[in-house]
């Protein structure tokens, strides 16, 4: 059995500079608080929870003066605001792509409504939509944009700009796009097409995978956007689709009789995970 592992499956540049930040952070202070978790991955956080790193939801738990490290997917302007008033270290890893949407909401508040294409849960959106401020919406579906036009239509402005979540499908962000320029025709609509090419690059790879194998393997943390990406592309086109965090879950499949297996992995999986899938699949 061929087992191919993707050339990009894995961390992405900004997953990897907030670990690495993380770590260092470890190394010289005593306690080091993380906002959320550091990424949509137990083992990782596991790994670092075990160095140290505590886990807080929110920075009523964190004492007045502690460190505290804001992850790749940043946070919204308030939680700046807040810790300033506590007087907290921040260590800053939030990616420098998610950073730049930041800045450009930021820009463009003033004379523009501000749409957030993306999961609205998701703790990049809900940051993006902090900096973006009252004038704005976020559209997770076809059917928030008449919602977001009657918020838009009480504002007296009559331009509108919209960016995305970093991690969201080029596609879906190509056809919410669409319909909003229907619906806004009014307005001077600017798309700013804000999606990550780290993404991109996984997506397009996990697609051109997806047609030339026969079972793929996703490996990522269930509640990661861009792995759930990754499997529902990889869903598409493939005879059979496999979404795993960890090499357990594929020891009681049966893979006797397949030719070749593709591996992926999203954004925040790290390299001895995907290592151990392929090793097992190898020796079987
Ligand atoms: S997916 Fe892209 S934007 Fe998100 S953390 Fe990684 S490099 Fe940064």
Redesign the pocket.
Known sequence: MEVIVGKMAGF????EGAIKKARTALETRDRVYCLGEIVHNKQVVNSLEKEGMITVESLDEVPNNSSVLIR??GEPETTYKKAESKNLELLDAT????FSIHKKVEREKEDSFIIVLGKKNHPEVIGTKGFAGENSFVIETEDDILDAYMKYEITDLGRVYVVGQ??ISSSYFDILAKEIEKEFYEAEVCIDKTI?N??EIRQKETLEMSKKFHTMIIIGGKNSS?TKELYKIAENNCQKVYLIETVEEIKDIEFTGIENIGIMAG?STPKESINEVKEYLENL
Not at 12 to 15: D, L, R, W
Not at 95 to 98: D, Q, R
């Open positions: 992405c540049p900004g997953v790749a997917h990616c420098g792509k998610v970093t991690t990550c780290a993404t861009n954004a």
